[in-house]
């Protein structure tokens, strides 16, 4: 007989493209991820957090999901079903030359070879998807399509021919002598692809209703001896396909709601929605908050925002790093009223409920 | 087959009511999506990004905006969860 507790269905959410000192450059949220997949037995969080380029963590309590699916997840509109595998199609950019969109293949047949992974059909998208990059008022990344229907398209072929998800790889434009570039790879400032990419993928998912994510395409960049090691998973290799295609081998089935599926996750089953302290004004967040699922605001993750529970009126928990959210979310796990971990306890009043969130 | 869509950057500012914060900032991103790029406009991408003592919450996102008419009975481009409108 198992001493564990149930899994407590756990939200971590690390926003694309803000600049997260954790989560916010390559890869480098996943030893958060695996922290609090443990401490949660069940944790849902979303590709930035766990792709690391060349670099990835499979963990079968670790489920992956695109943002925009994330987003219609927290919401209550769509169920998460575990998989044993996904057919993950391989969707390319026109625009890729044909050196680099060899080399993309070739991770996907050394993924196949070394994983064991299902990857196929290839598709080429008709034309050029165009991706464009830009920086919102607030200093986030965002970008943009020129030919965003060649990208659903060759969606849409894929899905015709058997996959069950979609690797996609854009070209991004090249910019290795860019402020911004130099920045991140020093580490500060944020991710100028990160905004770009989340359009990709939830303009697939949106409209396919199945699980993908993206990788960019770009030549490698000159060897630079000052790199911040949050951005080194980028500097590995050729491509940054392989945690995307590991990440989509096991992503969970998205079956819109309601859905009488048992095996299913459903959103009313979160015990707890863990995100940076200045970044809770994503729809997920707002969705678990407003429905009561007690919020951890990690002190200890800053970006570019400050958009706080003060701000927004929210009741949370307050974690200083990402450890004391993981205890915070063992204690829920456990029972624990996480209130009574603290000093001082306030004494009960009429009125006023020991529990949870406060 | 589904109207090709394009992409559009939103901006918006918004002082909520007291209440429920998302159905207020839903309400407001319909309104300001309509009022930018047409009815056929959904935002794609959000988040709260500002907050400003006078001006309230910012919100920045992105906008699918189909560019052709929707055909009058679409037929769903794919077996499961939404289809472009």
Do not use: K
């Amino acid at each position: 007989m198992s001493l564990a507790a149930p899994p407590l269905p756990t939200l971590l959410v690390i926003p694309t493209g803000v600049g997260c000192a954790i989560g916010g450059f390559a890869g480098d949220g996943l030893p958060t991820a695996r922290l609090l997949a443990a401490a949660s037995g069940c944790l849902i969080t979303h590709p930035n957090v766990l792709n690391g380029a060349a670099l990835y963590w499979s963990d079968r309590r670790l489920h992956y999901v695109e943002g925009w699916a994330l987003d219609r997840f927290a919401a209550g509109e769509l169920a998460l079903a575990p998989v044993a595998r996904q057919r993950v199609g391989l969707l390319l950019d026109a625009g890729i030359e044909p050196e680099l969109r060899q080399r993309q293949i070739q991770a996907a047949e050394a993924c196949r070879a070394s994983l064991g992974l299902t990857i196929g059909p290839v598709q080429i998208t008709e034309a050029p998807l165009g991706v464009g990059l830009s920086l919102g008022a607030s200093g986030s990344s965002w970008g943009t399509l020129a030919n965003p229907e060649a990208l659903l398209r060759a969606g849409e072929r894929l899905v015709a021919a058997g996959a069950t998800a979609i690797a996609v790889v854009a070209r991004f434009p090249d910019d290795p002598d860019s402020a911004s570039l130099a920045a991140y790879r020093h580490g500060s400032g944020v991710d100028a692809l990160a905004g770009a990419e989340a359009v990709i993928s939830h303009l697939l998912v949106r409209h396919l209703g199945i699980p993908c994510a993206h990788a960019p395409a770009l030549p490698p960049l000159p060897l630079d001896p000052d790199l911040d090691p949050r951005a080194a998973a980028e500097e590995l290799g050729h491509t940054f396909l392989p945690c995307v295609l590991v990440g989509l081998s096991r992503a969970p089935n998205l079956v819109p709601e309601p859905t009488s599926r048992t095996e299913a996750l459903h959103s009313h089953q979160l015990g707890a929605v863990v995100a940076p302290a200045g970044a809770l004004g994503g729809e997920a967040v707002l969705s678990c908050a407003e429905r009561g699922v007690p919020l951890i605001a990690v002190t200890g993750n800053p970006c570019l925002l400050e958009v706080t529970a003060a701000a927004l009126g929210l009741t949370v928990l307050s974690a200083g790093s990402y450890a004391e959210a993981a205890g915070l979310v063992l204690a829920l796990r456990e029972g624990l009223d996480p209130i009574s971990l603290r000093r001082p306890l306030p004494p009960l009043s009429a009125g006023r409920p020991s529990g949870g969130v406060g | 087959m589904t109207p090709a869509p394009a992409l559009q950057p939103l901006e918006l500012w918004l002082t909520p009511e007291t209440g429920p914060l998302l159905p207020q900032l839903r309400q407001a991103l319909a309104a300001a999506s309509c009022a930018q790029a047409g009815p056929s406009a959904q935002p794609l991408r959000w988040a709260i990004t500002g907050v400003d003592p006078h001006r309230g919450l910012r919100l920045e996102g992105v906008l699918v905006v189909a560019t052709e008419p929707a055909p009058a009975e679409p037929t769903p481009a794919a077996p499961a969860y939404g289809a472009i409108p």
